[in-house]
Structure formats: C-alpha cells, structure tokens
C-alpha cells in the first residue's frame, strides 16, 4: 500500500515539474506575478504603514519585542516611493540593499519564467568564485540585527 502511495506522490511531483516547463504555464506566472508585484507596490503607496491597520506588523517584532534586519521596511518603501528618502533611511538604512536583493531574487525568477534556463547557474559560479559576498552579506545583516536593538544612543538611531 505504502509503495502504491509512493509511486502516486512521485506521479504527481513529475507532472507538477512537467507542468512547470510549459511555455503557457510559465507565461500564466509571469502575468501573475507582474500582477501580485504591481498590486504591492500600490499597497505599499496608497497605504500609509504607520497609520493603517491593514498594514501586517512584523511577526519576529511582535513575539520577541526585538527588530529584527527588515522591520521598518514597509514603513522605508512608502517614503521612498513618495520620493522621501531621508525618512526612508530612519526606518531601515539598509533598505537599498534589501530592496536590491529583492530585485535580484525578481530577476531571477523572470529570467528562469522566460527562459526556462536554471537562473542559479550563474550565481552559483560568483559565489563560489567570490564566497567573501557571501560572509560580507551575512555579516552586515547581523551585526546591524545585533546593533539595532542596543538601548544605547548611537545605537537607537537605527532602530525604526
């Protein structure tokens, strides 16, 4: 019986992967997520954070009482895209450099939605080329995890 499930579940995982491959199907992701995209970013536009409900509150924020790398982003994004960038830069300072990340990670997923090439080809070979990107992302968001929820004055600052 066990076996029978197995041969089900690995029917289904080949047919979701061939699935995937479609021409038609990739172009039905790429409409959805250009959509999903450009209804956030109008969120994030017309919706003030600071003063909307509707806004999600960060959930590691809300359980620990610490910020966490991200917190204030929300809040960062919708003064940016009101061309505000100094308040943009009091909520999260590294909001440029987790908004490139993001882009990239878009990047990624449209490339592979247009071409059906494997996107993580080419980023495997510079990380592993370069592995020091890596060690310096990972250090940069932790220590300015570890910084931002130090009660001490310079250290506020960062805090959103």
Do not use: E
Request: glycine share 8%; proline share 7%.
């Amino acid at each position: 019986m066990i076996t029978n499930c197995k041969n089900v579940d690995g029917k289904l995982i080949k047919k979701g992967l061939t699935l995937l491959g479609k021409p038609f199907f990739r172009a039905f992701l790429l409409m959805g997520t250009c959509l999903i995209l450009a209804a956030a970013v109008l969120f994030v536009y017309w919706m003030n954070p600071s003063k909307n409900p509707f806004v999600p509150v960060c959930f590691f924020y809300r359980l620990t009482g610490l910020y966490c790398p991200t917190c204030g982003m929300t809040r960062a994004m919708y003064h940016v895209l009101h061309g505000n960038f100094a308040q943009g830069f009091s909520m999260n300072v590294l909001w440029p450099g987790i908004l490139l990340f993001l882009g990239a990670s878009a990047g990624l997923w449209f490339f592979w939605l247009v071409t059906n090439k494997n996107p993580l080809h080419r980023a495997n070979l510079v990380l592993r080329k370069y592995p020091a990107i890596s060690w310096f992302i990972l250090i940069v968001l932790f220590g300015f995890w570890i910084l931002r929820n130090i009660p001490v004055y310079p250290f506020t600052l960062l805090a959103p």
